[in-house]
Every structure is written in C-alpha cells, then in structure tokens.
C-alpha cells in the first residue's frame, strides 16, 4: 500500500475555512492542486474548437496582459473569456504584473475581505508622488474623468485618435501600464475606483463584459479613462475565443446574475439581472468542446438550476442537462450552483437515467433555522430544504450532498445557531462552505438589528467546522475498500503520487506505477481516508 502522502491538497478541500478562493452561490471551486502549477500551460479553444498553445511569437512587449482573479468559479471562467478577447486582439498572457503592459484583476466582493484584496493589490502598483500629482493636474486641466465614462456607457463609437493626445503620458503612470478592475467590486465601486486608485483607467462590472472589446479599444486609442458599469441588459458574454485553463474541465455558465433577493447577499448588484444563454447555443458549445478533447463539463451560473432557456426550444434545466450529458465524447458532467427553491425531482430523475451526470449537487442551505431562513430571505423553510435533501437520498445511486452556511447573521439566536449544527447531523454532508456572516454594502440584512459580535462569530464557526470535519471523517472512512473511477488531474513531485476526482467530486490522492496518467480516467481502490480527501490504489484503467 502506498503511503498516505501530504501534497497539501486537504487544505484546498473541504470545509470551507473563510477567505479567498471560496465559492459564492454560483460554485464549489474546485480544490486547484499545487502539483497542477505545471499544467497550467497556454492553452486555449478558438470558435472552430481547435486547441492550441498560446502564440510564442513575437509580441510587441506593450501587447502583454496580466490577469489575476479572485473568487468564485464564475470569475474563473469569466477571466478565461476576458483571456480570449484580449488574445484575439493580439495580446500575449504573462505570469506578473512586471511584464505586463495591461494589468487586469478580476474581484470578488461576496464578502468584506475578499473586496479588500483588490485595494491592496492596486496599493502595490501605486505610482510615485510626483506621477500623483500629474494625474490630479491632468485630469483638472482636462475634465477627463467621467467623460470616457459617459462616452462608454452611452455606447459613443471608439475614437481613433485621443481625444487629449498629452493624456497618453498619463497612461504611462504606474510605470508605463494601463491597470484594470473587473468583477463584482468594479460594479459595487464604479468610479470611486479612480478616486481611490487614479491610476486605475479601466473599470467594469460583469454583467457589461460583452462592451469589454471596445472600451480596450478606447484605452488603445490613448483614452485614460473607461467604464462598462450597466447591469440592464438582456445579453450574456459570449466570445469568439476562451482560453481555458484546465486542460480536461471546461466551465460553461449556462445562466448569468440572479434574480434571488437574499437579505446578505450582493450578488443581484454586482452581476445584475438573470439571463440565460439559448439552449442550441450552450449544445453547440458542448459538441465543440467535446470534439476539441474535453471530457468534462461543468455548467456554470449563481443559481444554475433557475435556468430558463430564451428561444423557442423553452428547455427546462433538467432537459439541457440530459441533452449536454448525452453529447458524444462527453463522460462527466458537473453544474454548480443550485438554489433549492428551484430544485425538484425532476434533476434527481435526469441524474439518475445518465451515468455521465456526476452524482453531486451543491446544495447551498445557509442556515438550519426556519426564523433565519426567513430573515435572509430564502424562500424556503427547514423542511422544504429536507424534502429536497430526502430526493436526492432516494436516489438509486448515491449523491453527494454540499452545501454553503452562514453564522452569525444577525439575530442569530444560540437556539438558532444549534438548528444549524443539528441541520449537519440530519443531512450528513459531504463538505461544507462556512462563513462568518460579512454585512455588505446596499444589502437589507446592513440594517438589520441585533448583530452578532465578531468573536462570537468566530466560536460559532468554529464549533460548526469541527462537528462537520467528523462527520466527513466517518462518512469517509466508510468508503475504504470501495473503487471509484477518477479523472487524474494532478501529478505529485513525488514518484508514482497522483490526484484527481471522484464524480462526486471528491479528492482522491493516489499511487501508480505508470508514468503517464494525467488526463486519464482511472479505478482507484480507497485504502485510507482523511476528512477532506481519500488515498487509494490504482486498480485499472477504464
Ligand atoms: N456574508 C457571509 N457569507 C456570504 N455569502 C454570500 N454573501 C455573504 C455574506 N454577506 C456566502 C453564502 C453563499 C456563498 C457563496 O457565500 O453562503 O452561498
Ligand atoms: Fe445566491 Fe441568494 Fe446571492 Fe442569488 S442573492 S447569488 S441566490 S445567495
């Protein structure tokens, strides 16, 4: 038996400890093993499907792009389509800041500390003072600032000469780049970005990435300053190229904002309205996807089962699900986030009928009690959130249960809180995301009375994670001697260490002689189990 071996992956899994890289309703992100640095190769997908490496070739060296995201799996994927466009535009991707002539972060504002991540990235780049002051003297001389930005929004052709051929100089600020902020945090700040950061010339919320192409251009064209900050708008973002990150997994979202009003939530803000991407479209995308080497598929929105297909074909969710798993070439199929009012029978009945759908669902509670429930607006009771649990526990084949909690949440009574905790031992989860309740800005529960002090949060979240990790850690230890198939995904410095997932998504660290397994679907014998992953032994290929 191989030795259980620490690659760090149990860190990245499980119980959700607050801070980066978390879900917001909208995914479970899955655990990136660091052993996967070395895959994160340029690699990415144009509209005929075909995959190449990003082109080595000479680039002029102010045609570089530096991206950094922060968030959810939607930022992912929304910064793999913010790649494509520049790339098509004949941008090359680097790995830092330095090198980079455009400098883009891509944020997330789900909670208070993941917004502030932002600030302090762009307090890096902070140009020297005597930059500062030309900034505040070229935009006084200038009344540049919110110009471009009415230019933007109401949609102005793309000049093709500055309009204030001196303000190029300015761009040079900050050490000759153009530095952009994208996400949810651009859309909650808009321009108070530029008063906070005045070398920042690009700010655009989400839900305007479709008008992205043409505020570069802007930027191109010497402008200093553009906004794309509309959410009022039926159109979702489609680009002719993504680059795609993950060599196997290719992320698809399926249905954009949220329509849902949770007291806490700034999602409905920050992405704006619901839209859903034609049926047709979405199935085209998978065949192509599948033809250019893909074998899994994840669907991808904030409340992804409250898809509602716009053409004439009027697909329900569970129909575009079996439909996507049907695809030829397509062995797994994952969707991420699901919102229990719009869960019913029929998606366990569609899991059930298509092996290739992976037997898990991301369940997101937020809390056990029925009077919280009710002040986060939820739309649903205890109960109501058990009966759907109870579907999916009838199923014929297991299904992985997950789900996101919030502690703490104003007028959170201790009776409250061990509705929560007893919640746990009902439903047995798989893994669980827990926060510490962050009020954000423009949200109802802000003003809510009777907020629970920060360290009492912290107990509460504490006592929760270690009642779930035992929980995890007997549901886990249950699975030795069974063999699960897993897509490799990930090789270990160490000779013949590997990881990959389960279809129901779990971490599973392996051995193997062969030299050659990433990418690969294997059996994999469990041999020992820890709360947030297993460790096995390879028993065939499949
Ligand atoms: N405070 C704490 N957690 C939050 N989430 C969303 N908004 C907040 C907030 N204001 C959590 C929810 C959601 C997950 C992505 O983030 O649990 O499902
Ligand atoms: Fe999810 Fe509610 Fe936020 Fe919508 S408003 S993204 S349903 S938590």
Same mark, same amino acid.
């Given at each position: 038996?191989?030795?259980?071996?620490?690659?760090?992956l149990?860190r990245?899994?499980?119980?959700?400890?607050?801070?980066?890289?978390?879900p917001?309703?909208?995914?479970?992100?899955?655990?990136?093993?660091?052993?996967?640095?070395?895959?994160?190769?340029?690699?990415?997908?144009?509209?005929?499907?075909?995959?190449?490496?990003?082109?080595?070739?000479?680039?002029?060296?102010?045609?570089?792009?530096?991206?950094?995201?922060f968030?959810?799996?939607?930022?992912?994927h929304?910064?793999?389509?913010?790649?494509?466009?520049?790339?098509?535009?004949?941008?090359?991707?680097?790995?830092?800041?330095?090198?980079?002539?455009?400098?883009?972060?891509?944020?997330?504002?789900?909670?208070?500390?993941?917004?502030?991540?932002?600030?302090s990235?762009?307090?890096?780049?902070?140009?020297?003072?005597?930059?500062?002051?030309?900034?505040?003297?070229?935009?006084?001389?200038?009344?540049?600032?919110?110009a471009?930005?009415?230019?933007?929004?109401?949609?102005?052709?793309?000049?093709?000469?500055?309009?204030?051929?001196?303000?190029?100089?300015i761009?040079?600020?900050?050490?000759?780049?153009?530095?952009?902020?994208?996400?949810?945090?651009?859309?909650?700040?808009?321009?108070?970005?530029?008063?906070?950061?005045p070398?920042?010339?690009?700010?655009?919320?989400?839900?305007?990435?479709?008008?992205?192409?043409?505020?570069?251009?802007?930027?191109?064209?010497?402008?200093?300053?553009?906004?794309?900050?509309?959410?009022?708008?039926d159109?979702?973002?489609?680009?002719?190229?993504?680059?795609?990150?993950?060599?196997?997994?290719?992320?698809?979202?399926?249905?954009?904002?949220?329509?849902?009003?949770?007291?806490?939530?700034?999602?409905?803000?920050?992405?704006?309205?619901?839209?859903?991407?034609?049926?047709?479209?979405?199935?085209?995308?998978?065949?192509?996807?599948?033809?250019?080497?893909?074998s899994?598929?994840?669907l991808?929105?904030?409340?992804?089962?409250?898809y509602?297909?716009?053409?004439?074909?009027?697909?329900?969710?569970?129909?575009?699900?079996?439909?996507?798993?049907?695809?030829r070439?397509?062995?797994r199929?994952?969707?991420?986030?699901?919102?229990?009012?719009?869960?019913?029978?029929?998606?366990?009945?569609?899991?059930?009928?298509?092996?290739?759908?992976?037997?898990?669902?991301?369940?997101?509670?937020? $809390? *056990?009690? =029925?009077a919280?429930? #009710?002040? %986060?607006?939820? /739309?649903?009771?205890?109960? @109501?959130? &058990?009966?759907?649990?109870?579907?999916?526990?009838?199923?014929?084949?297991?299904?992985?249960?997950?789900?996101?909690?919030?502690?703490?949440?104003?007028?959170?009574?201790?009776?409250?809180?061990?509705?929560?905790?007893?919640?746990?031992?009902?439903?047995?989860?798989?893994?669980?995301?827990?926060?510490?309740y962050?009020?954000?800005?423009?949200?109802?529960?802000?003003?809510?009375?009777?907020?629970?002090?920060?360290?009492?949060?912290?107990?509460?979240?504490?006592?929760?994670?270690?009642?779930?990790?035992?929980?995890?850690?007997?549901?886990?230890?249950?699975?030795?001697?069974?063999?699960?198939?897993?897509?490799?995904?990930?090789?270990?410095?160490?000779?013949?260490?590997? $990881? *990959?997932? =389960?279809?129901s998504? #779990?971490? %599973?660290?392996? /051995?193997?002689?062969?030299? @050659?397994? &990433?990418?690969?679907?294997?059996?994999?014998?469990?041999?020992?189990?820890?709360?947030?992953?297993?460790?096995?032994?390879?028993?065939?290929?499949?």
């Open positions: 038996m191989g030795k259980s071996f620490d690659i760090g149990e990245l899994t499980g119980i959700g400890v607050p801070g980066d890289g978390q917001q309703e909208g995914g479970v992100k899955p655990p990136l093993p660091d052993v996967l640095a070395d895959l994160k190769i340029g690699h990415y997908m144009d509209a005929s499907g075909t995959i190449g490496a990003q082109p080595e070739m000479a680039v002029p060296q102010e045609l570089t792009f530096y991206l950094e995201t968030g959810c799996q939607m930022n992912d929304d910064s793999e389509k913010v790649a494509g466009v520049l790339l098509a535009r004949g941008y090359r991707q680097v790995d830092g800041p330095e090198a980079a002539k455009v400098i883009l972060y891509n944020t997330c504002s789900i909670r208070e500390k993941a917004a502030q991540k932002v600030f990235r762009l307090g890096e780049l902070r140009p020297a003072a005597s930059d500062l002051r030309q900034i505040a003297s070229e935009e006084e001389r200038s009344g540049e600032l919110g471009a930005a009415t230019r933007a929004q109401a949609g102005v052709p793309v000049p093709q000469e500055p309009k204030h051929p001196s303000l190029r100089k761009v040079n600020a900050g050490g000759g780049k153009i530095i952009g902020v994208l996400g949810c945090v651009a859309q909650q700040e808009g321009e108070r970005i530029f008063e906070r950061a070398w920042v010339s690009l700010v655009c919320g989400s839900a305007s990435y479709r008008k992205l192409p043409q505020l570069i251009a802007e930027l191109e064209a010497g402008n200093r300053r553009v906004t794309g900050l509309d959410t009022d708008t159109e979702t973002f489609e680009t002719e190229i993504t680059r795609r990150d993950n060599p196997w997994r290719a992320y698809l979202t399926i249905i954009e904002g949220c329509d849902k009003a949770c007291s806490y939530c700034v999602v409905p803000f920050t992405r704006g309205p619901e839209r859903s991407r034609a049926s047709a479209s979405v199935l085209e995308e998978v065949r192509r996807l599948a033809e250019a080497g893909y899994e598929v994840q991808l929105g904030q409340t992804v089962n409250s509602a297909d716009p053409s004439a074909r009027k697909m329900r969710f569970s129909e575009l699900l079996a439909a996507v798993a049907e695809v070439g397509i062995r199929v994952r969707f991420t986030t699901s919102h229990p009012r719009d869960f019913g029978k029929d998606i366990v009945e569609v899991i059930e009928a298509h092996p290739t759908i992976c037997d898990h669902v991301h369940l997101p509670v937020q $809390s *056990g009690s =029925t919280v429930l #009710r002040t %986060m607006a939820r /739309t649903y009771s205890r109960e @109501e959130y &058990l009966d759907k649990i109870a579907l999916m526990k009838a199923a014929r084949r297991p299904i992985s249960i997950t789900t996101d909690m919030i502690v703490g949440f104003p007028g959170e009574t201790e009776k409250d809180f061990e509705e929560t905790l007893t919640l746990l031992d009902e439903v047995q989860y798989d893994s669980v995301f827990a926060f510490k962050s009020p954000r800005p423009n949200t109802p529960s802000l003003k809510m009375a009777d907020a629970i002090p920060e360290e009492e949060k912290g107990r509460r979240l504490a006592i929760l994670m270690d009642r779930q990790r035992e929980i995890q850690r007997l549901r886990n230890e249950k699975l030795i001697g069974e063999t699960f198939e897993v897509l490799v995904d990930g090789k270990s410095r160490r000779e013949n260490q590997w $990881s *990959g997932h =389960t279809s998504n #779990r971490v %599973m660290n392996f /051995t193997s002689p062969e030299r @050659e397994l &990433l990418g690969d679907y294997v059996q994999v014998k469990v041999v020992s189990a820890m709360p947030n992953s297993l460790v096995g032994e390879m028993a065939g290929r499949t």
